[in-house]
């Protein structure tokens, strides 16, 4: 009678101790008889699908399956049945308030003292945030892959056009180099922000560094972040207004000030207009010196063409000795980062001449 009272304290025990790891694991694990009734229902359970364990246990285990997927559960409990083993998966569950949750499912046979099925078990992971990753990672793959193409048109039309304004093939290589720097600098923005967008501020900046004279450019205007269509194609205005200064204008005169301001207006419909201008005043060279954008026309195709076309908008490029200005008009739904849940305009394929 000893032996007999010593083994069952030691199964107690042991049952006490299988059931404290039960209670205190982090993965939702469930007891089922062969109807699919639950019999058993642990705290992480009680977490994961918001049941408590009055409320689930002697239910249907099928109140935490999807009607679409409700064949999975006759699936699992034929195979329990016929003592088939069945392969962890990954599949949806539904919580108590209906939200649906992605679980990774584990089932195991429960026997009784003779061997016999009687039931199974359940171990539920949920993998969510898991999920939510590799959306996101199929996201910004798409994404990314769409960016590659946009930017390879970019490049294959700015090729084109150098090309038909430079006989020189080292004044080629030299202006293609530049404006392709200049799309990488864009690029370099908006891989820091995850593609979110760009400060108009930081965009500017990076486009002026390469000349230097930043004590000669005044920037004025609200805290704005620009969508990545707008970085790509204000970037590309800025690196040619930036280069013809540098060259035959302000920044290439000792006496020579850039003023860039921009600010949100109402445009003819009631709409926000986002308005930029690039102001520079310097003294004007004699007749000899013609700016950049004047002799070679790539300058003007961007300033006057791609930029604002892509945007949505229209642009002014005036000119005249010692002083230069670019006015950009758009619709500010095209510039900046549209609120949580409306949708930004589809991105320019390209320069599109």
Known sequence: MAQAGEHDRLDATADARLAA???????????????????????????????????????????????????????????????????GYETMRRRKDGSPIAVSLTVSPIKNSNGEIIGA??????????????RRIRLLMREVNHRVKNQFAVILSMVRETSKRSNDPREFEEMIRARIMALSRSHDLLVTSEWVGASLFDLIQEHLKPFGQEERISLSGPLLTLQS???QNLGMAFHELGTNSSKYGALASDSGRVEITWTIGVGAQAERQFELLWEERSEPYDGERRDDITRKGFGTVVLQRVAPQSLGGSAALERSPGHLKWHLSAPLISIIVPPLGAEAPEDAPGFGI
């Open 21 to 87: 790891i039960v209670d205190s694991s982090f993965d939702a694990i469930i007891g089922k008889d062969l109807n699919s009734v639950i019999t058993s229902w642990n705290l992480a359970a009680e977490r994961m699908f918001g049941y408590s364990a009055e409320e689930a246990i002697g239910q249907s285990i099928l109140m935490l399956i999807p009607d679409h997927l409700k064949s999975e559960e006759v699936d699992i409990i034929g195979k329990v049945r016929n003592g088939e083993g069945v392969a």
């Open 229 to 231: 269509n707008a970085v």
């Open 121 to 134: 078990s359940k171990i539920a992971r949920d993998i969510s945030a898991i999920k939510e990753s590799e």
